[in-house]
Antibody, heavy 120, light 110 residues
Framework: QVQLEESGGGVVQPGRSLRLSCAASGFTFSSYAMHWVRQAPGKGLEWVAVISYDENNEYYADSVKGRFTISRDNSKNTLYLQMNSLRAEDTAVYYC?????????????WGQGTTVTVSS | QSVLTQPPSASGTPGLRVTISCSGSSSNIGSNAVSWYQQLPGTAPKLLIYSNNHRPSGVPDRFSGSKSGTSASLAISGLQSEDEADYYCAAWDDGLNGAVFGGGTKLTVL
């Protein structure tokens, strides 16, 4: 069945880097735009970034622009989020998510999330 | 402060109907489709409504969505205890060039 599985979360010190991965299965990964969405403890959902199916376009939330990079490897059915210069406010559960209706569309499949904690 | 505005809480008794509002602007709801997500405690969000008023297969027809101008609403009829969850609206924002979410509404079934 359609599945997204995030990995790579953990505890990291402020200013350091971390790379999240999202392994996709059960569908043609290369045909779908993909998002990262995060949720800080006890808070609501916050959109982070989106990448087109062919990697040609990316958009970022202002809160992460210049620090985070979204990428994908369609040959490995994997989505990535490279997070640099991490801050305490980046602490959150990070979800990868599929959008079947283009980069600006809704999300129909979510992963289970991976937790990132930024703390000294 | 979320770009889309939702009431932080809503409540209703079993069997009755509750509505959750989502207010935006011309750059998001006014020009793009709205989707709604349900998040049960400790779980990932789940798509409830897409393209303003469409239900994915498997979502009960007790859930319905609507949009008018720069506002949208989610209605839940025949309220059940398992509907107790957080609900989020979302849309693309042409000015921000990004997706935006509402702050979420915590639904309590009394």
């Amino acid at each position: 069945q359609v599945q997204l599985e995030e990995s790579g979360g953990g505890v990291v010190q402020p200013g350091r880097s971390l790379r999240l991965s999202c392994a996709a299965s059960g569908f043609t990964f290369s045909s779908y735009a993909m998002h990262w969405v995060r949720q800080a403890p006890g808070k609501g959902l916050e959109w982070v970034a989106v990448i087109s199916y062919d990697e040609n376009n990316e958009y970022y939330a202002d809160s992460v622009k210049g620090r985070f990079t979204i990428s994908r490897d369609n040959s490995k059915n994997t989505l990535y989020l490279q997070m640099n210069s991490l801050r305490a406010e980046d602490t959150a559960v990070y979800y990868c998510a599929r959008t079947p209706a283009g980069m600006r569309g809704y999300v129909d499949v979510w992963g289970q999330g991976t937790t990132v904690t930024v703390s000294s | 402060q979320s770009v889309l505005t939702q009431p932080p809480s809503a409540s209703g008794t079993p069997g009755l109907r509750v509505t959750i509002s989502c207010s935006g602007s011309s750059s998001n709801i006014g020009s793009n489709a709205v989707s709604w997500y349900q998040q049960l405690p400790g779980t990932a969000p789940k798509l409830l409504i897409y393209s303003n008023n469409h239900r994915p297969s498997g979502v009960p027809d007790r859930f319905s969505g609507s949009k008018s101008g720069t506002s949208a609403s989610l209605a839940i009829s025949g309220l059940q205890s398992e509907d107790e969850a957080d609900y989020y609206c979302a849309a693309w924002d042409d000015g921000l060039n990004g997706a935006v979410f509402g702050g979420g509404t915590k639904l309590t079934v009394l």
